[in-house]
């Protein structure tokens, strides 16, 4: 007997879904949105793996601002 993987399915396939698109309209939210968190969560991670990595090395991270991380609700959903 194979293994079955259970693929979970793209966001572009989820903001296609009639459902989500129904619940994000009630609940105000864009797709912009939620690209926009994604992408700063993004950038969160690559800039915790890059300290961490840096940690490991035994040096500090030159480039690590955490400054650019911080979103505010508001910034997302003017």
Not at 53 to 59: C, V
Request: with cysteine; glycine share 6%; charged share 25%.
């Amino acid at each position: 007997m194979g293994k079955t993987r259970c693929a979970e399915p793209s966001l572009d396939e989820l903001f296609g879904d009639i459902a989500v698109q129904l619940l994000m309209r009630r609940d105000g939210v864009r797709e912009s949105d939620i690209r926009a968190l994604l992408g700063q969560v993004k950038q969160a991670w690559a800039a915790t793996s890059a300290e961490t990595a840096s940690k490991r090395a035994g040096r500090s991270p030159s480039n690590h601002n955490p400054s650019n991380l911080s979103c505010s609700r508001s910034a997302l959903c003017s």
